[in-house]
């Protein structure tokens, strides 16, 4: 919305032309604030001061800064002052968005369409979108038929008053797909009309009424040229942000959209062949977790730094290997060490060298990283935390994921460190951080956290009002304040009916605040998709032999027969 305002002004006194539409008008602002032509601009800027405050006042957010935007009258810098400011000012958004929950009523539905239709009303020359996200898990199916297809708002506490739908609101709605694994004889159309079929995470698909069955359409789904091209296009877009670590180089790029594409393919493999484990969300994760670690290796002191292509199988791990888990063919260890040796083919990197000397492999590149965190001087390890494999696993994948505002999910059963490793994140955090620290705090941001106890009576709002209060009081925040981070404990125990969890959607996507779970078991993946993902095992034996050895400080037989005997229990 910003570059549509811009667009506008910028024409309105004369510095574009009307056939502009491929310029870049962030750039052409940024040029134009600070040139000498601007001054030659007045008379038209004074000419059209009036449409430029109307357009202002009905754009932003923060009316208290319009006339700070259009500057002190007309003199020598008041447009300058203008286009400053309408670079970094609030706009308000042109793309209003609803997720489908129990809690979700149909006053709750009426107050958004009609805000969206407000503003329709006033600028009736661009386009909105109204986006219903989960349309056929709603109860309130009728009244947005309504909306859809008579384009008709009804207001439901008294039916006689009624709205039309401006013929520039766009509706768009995603469907719930019935199925997880796409079966060739099903349509994803037949599937999304299931009459009260659940969901694998348990809340209801609904049946759609027959008059709006004609608008689906079967998206389908992407096989591995889709997933090749999308990559391709995603990298082009990223080469600024990640071209410390990829630069220009073909045979590079190819390398990792190959990778990426086997990755996602073997992922599906190893969870029974269910297409939905993953997404293009996950290329998206990855092309974030480069730009952060191509910062990192910028900023790491010598002990620390390594290959560009231990940052690059850093990156994909974080997106496909820590997921996985035991499943009734495979346990979590040999889904792991396939998918390893998949990520070290397919980068072959064993065309570079270890920092020890050795072959680069892609499990030496993990042990590596966490012999870094586990061994640095500022460890955060503590008398009573012993850094076996599964904390050191938490601690990385929760750092980097909280830095980059990536929900992440801990799944695993009681015992398996998640709460402990998250509360020692949070005291490093807090600490002040060294350069040489692993966690910089050049890189790694403190948190402000919230935690949240989630029980079998948590509610869609509950969790609704508190991502957005985290979310304002983020948006309010400076650059350089504390990072907003939820926690969530215990977030699978609330009950499937209240569809609780759904309410995390739209907060999840927007990657504003930081979000963690902890769960003792998954869900659906709807909410899967939208975060990265570990998942914990029981303690093996080497980890349970880690555990007593620094409990007791030493190691004799005593040690080893407690060690035999309860890994015997677990089992």
């Given amino acids: 919305h910003r570059k549509i305002i811009l667009r506008t002004i910028l024409r309105f006194i004369g510095l574009l032309e009307r056939d502009d539409r491929d310029i870049n008008i962030l750039h052409v602002a940024e040029h134009y604030a600070g040139r000498s032509i601007l001054k030659e601009k007045e008379k038209e800027y004074a000419s059209y001061k009036t449409e430029i405050i109307h357009l202002l006042r009905h754009s932003f957010l923060d009316t208290s800064s319009i006339e700070e935007l259009l500057g002190e009258g007309i003199n020598d810098n008041a447009i300058e002052v203008m286009l400053k400011g309408l670079l970094k000012a609030d706009a308000r958004s042109f793309f209003f968005s609803m997720t489908m929950?129990?809690?979700?009523?149909?006053?709750?539905i009426y107050d958004l369409v009609h805000r969206s239709i407000d503003l329709a009303e006033r600028f009736p020359d661009v386009r909105l979108i109204l986006f219903i996200d989960e349309m056929n898990t709603s109860t309130h199916l009728g009244y947005l038929h309504d909306i859809v297809i008579n384009k008709v708002l009804v207001k439901p506490s008294d039916s006689s008053v009624s709205i039309s739908i401006p013929h520039n609101i766009s509706i768009v709605g995603a469907l719930n797909d019935l199925e997880t694994t796409p079966e060739p004889d099903i349509s994803v159309h037949d599937r999304a009309l299931g009459i009260g079929k659940q969901t694998p995470g348990g809340y209801d698909v609904r049946d759609m009424p027959k008059s709006m069955r004609l608008l689906l359409w079967d998206f389908g789904t992407f096989d591995k040229q889709d997933e090749s091209a999308y990559l391709n296009a995603l990298f082009d877009k990223s080469l600024d942000r990640i071209g410390g670590l990829v630069g220009r180089d073909i045979g590079r790029k190819n390398l990792i959209v190959d990778t990426l594409v086997r990755c996602q393919a073997k992922s599906r493999?190893?969870?029974d062949g269910k297409y939905a484990v993953v997404s293009q969300r996950d290329f998206q994760r990855f092309f974030t977790f480069l730009e952060f670690f191509s910062k990192w290796k910028k900023e790491r002191v010598k002990p620390f730094n390594r290959l560009d292509f231990h940052y690059i199988t850093l990156a994909v791990c974080l997106c496909y290997y820590f997921r996985l888990s035991n499943s009734l063919t495979k346990s979590s260890d040999d889904k792991k060490r396939e998918m390893l040796e998949l990520i070290q083919e397919s980068l072959r990197l064993d065309l570079w060298l270890s920092p020890a000397g050795g072959i680069l492999t892609a499990k030496g590149v993990l042990d590596d990283e966490f012999s870094l965190l586990k061994g640095s001087e500022t460890s955060p390890f503590g008398d009573f935390i012993i850094p076996n494999r599964m904390i050191l696993e938490n601690l990385f994948v929760l750092s980097v994921c909280i830095a980059n505002r990536i929900p992440v999910m801990v799944i695993g059963v009681p015992g398996s460190s998640k709460t402990l490793s998250f509360q020692t994140l949070r005291e490093e955090l807090a600490k002040g951080r060294e350069k040489d620290s692993y966690f910089s705090k050049r890189i790694f941001p403190s948190i402000d956290t919230t935690p949240f106890q989630c029980t079998k009576?948590?509610?869609?709002?509950q969790i609704y009002d508190l991502l957005e209060n985290a979310t304002v009081r983020q948006k309010e925040r400076g650059a350089t304040d504390d990072l907003t981070c939820?926690?969530?404990?215990?977030?699978?125990?609330?009950?499937?009916?209240?569809?609780?969890?759904?309410?995390?959607?739209?907060?999840?996507?927007?990657?504003?605040?930081?979000?963690?779970?902890?769960?003792n078991v998954g869900f659906d993946y709807a909410k899967m998709n939208r975060a990265v993902v570990v998942h914990r095992e029981t303690p093996s034996e080497l980890e349970t032999t880690q555990i007593i050895e620094k409990l007791w400080g030493y190691e004799d037989q005593r040690a080893k027969e407690i060690e035999k005997r309860y890994s015997t229990f677990m089992t």
């Fill in 101 to 108: 929950h129990s809690d979700f009523k149909m006053d709750d």
């Fill in 269 to 271: 493999e190893l969870d």
């Fill in 457 to 461: 009576f948590t509610t869609a709002s």
């Fill in 486 to 519: 939820i926690f969530l404990d215990e977030a699978n125990i609330p009950d499937v009916e209240s569809e609780s969890m759904k309410a995390l959607h739209s907060f999840a996507d927007d990657h504003i605040i930081s979000i963690v779970m902890v769960a």
